[in-house]
């Protein structure tokens, strides 16, 4: 809605198209509304259905959500989980925490990091995988572990990451 300032005016509203599914995100608040707490199952729904949480879909979920922007991308940057970019085809946590830390998550996470030229909170270059930190997975009887899409790997080793991506890759193309 035009404020009155730029009505006087005569100013248009900026029409830029949305650079991401706005419809998509509109269906999600509508889902959503009325139900008290709605913030993170609205991200998290956003996530699963557009793959990230466009930094332009800022604007439409803060003023759905009578939310301010700066509130809202507060909660997006503080969660690990909610990505602002595209990932990659499969998404390969590594555990940080503390047991896994102690079982040689920081080698293993060195070693991917290298294998794959690509950093935590990074995709490969080929778009693959994208390589992220989670903190604690569950299993830390298993440490370290990694989580690769929604299967956990206990007792990980770079070489077994790597074999069940690269299995991961070739299900994925037949
Ligand atoms: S600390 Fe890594 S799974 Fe619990």
Not at 29 to 53: K, M, S, T, Y
Not at 90 to 110: D, I, N
Request: hydrophobic share 35%.
């Amino acid at each position: 809605m035009k404020n009155d300032r730029s009505a006087r005016r005569g100013r248009q509203e900026p029409t830029t198209p949305p650079t991401y599914d706005h419809a998509a995100v509109a269906a999600i608040l509508e889902r959503w509304q009325d139900v008290p707490g709605n913030l993170l199952p609205i991200l998290h729904d956003v996530q699963e259905a557009l793959g990230f949480v466009p930094p332009d879909s800022v604007n439409q979920l803060a003023r759905a959500l009578n939310r301010s922007r700066a509130e809202v991308h507060g909660v997006i940057t503080f969660y690990h989980d909610f990505r602002q970019q595209p990932g990659g085809r499969h998404t390969l946590k590594v555990c940080q925490a503390e047991s896994c830390q102690a079982m040689g998550s920081r080698r293993l996470t060195a070693d991917l990091e290298g294998e794959l030229n690509c950093k935590l909170g990074e995709t490969t270059g080929d778009g693959a995988v994208t390589l992220d930190a989670v903190y604690c997975l569950g299993m830390c009887a298993c440490s370290p572990a990694v989580m690769l899409d929604d299967e956990v790997i206990g007792r990980a080793t770079p070489g077994e990451v790597l074999a069940r991506l690269a299995d991961a890759e070739k299900e994925a193309e037949s």
